[in-house]
């Protein structure tokens, strides 16, 4: 909601209360939706090292290092983040992306095909396929796909749409401004 300065305050108390793992991911989490990214990268260093066989935190460090221009390092974090979450469809689409980033377009063609095939079997949010098509530049999919999350009620939508890196690029589309709006997020 953009109260950044009390979003830290309650970081340190969740850190002063219980220094553990729920605490480390709350950090991350908290850094993730401020893009933070130096402090998130920080923040999921100690997630991954307090829990290193949760999914979640490796794919926190991911954005970290995005964020912070190491690409190689995020895409072997959400390499990491898939392997231990076997496939979860937001941890791979975070994989096509970052693919995408650094120029392997035929690996995160690949990652997206594979997405679509298994959304027609089982549950994929069309929150994370809008990732996926955004990562590579299909803007008209990636709206019908936001779309569709909005309609749904997705929560995806409401937690990621502000601080989510794989949609930068659809951030001046005024199609994403009247999204914003429409669900009643701060621009």
């Known amino acids: 909601m953009g109260r950044r300065a009390e979003a830290l305050a309650e970081i340190a108390k969740s850190n002063a209360i219980d220094p553990g793992p729920s605490s480390a991911m709350t950090?991350?989490?908290?850094?993730?939706?401020?893009?933070?990214?130096?402090?998130?990268?920080?923040?999921?260093?100690?997630?991954?090292?307090?829990?290193?066989?949760?999914?979640?935190?490796?794919?926190?460090?991911?954005?970290?290092?995005?964020?912070?221009?190491?690409?190689?390092?995020a895409v072997s974090e959400y390499q990491t983040a898939v392997e231990l979450s076997e496939g979860d469809p937001d941890a791979t689409a975070s994989l096509a992306h970052a693919y995408g980033v650094i120029g392997q377009r035929a690996q995160a063609e690949k990652i997206l095909r594979d997405l679509?095939?298994?959304?027609?079997?089982?549950?994929?949010?069309?929150?994370?396929?809008?990732?996926?098509?955004?990562?590579?530049?299909?803007k008209e999919k990636a709206?019908?796909?936001?779309?569709k999350a909005y309609r749904e009620k997705s929560p995806e939508i409401s937690w990621h749409l502000r601080a989510d890196v794989r949609i930068d690029n659809l951030r001046s589309d005024p199609r994403f401004q009247a999204l914003l709006q429409?669900?009643?997020l701060p621009q």
């Open 27 to 73: 950090e991350s989490a908290g850094y993730y939706l401020m893009r933070d990214y130096a402090a998130l990268l920080d923040a999921g260093q100690r997630e991954v090292g307090s829990n290193p066989k949760e999914w979640t935190g490796h794919a926190h460090l991911a954005v970290g290092y995005e964020g912070t221009g190491k690409l190689r390092e």
């Open 143 to 147: 709206f019908q796909s936001l779309e």
């Open 116 to 138: 679509e095939r298994k959304s027609k079997s089982t549950y994929v949010s069309p929150y994370t396929l809008a990732t996926a098509y955004a990562s590579l530049g299909e």
């Open 182 to 184: 429409r669900i009643a």
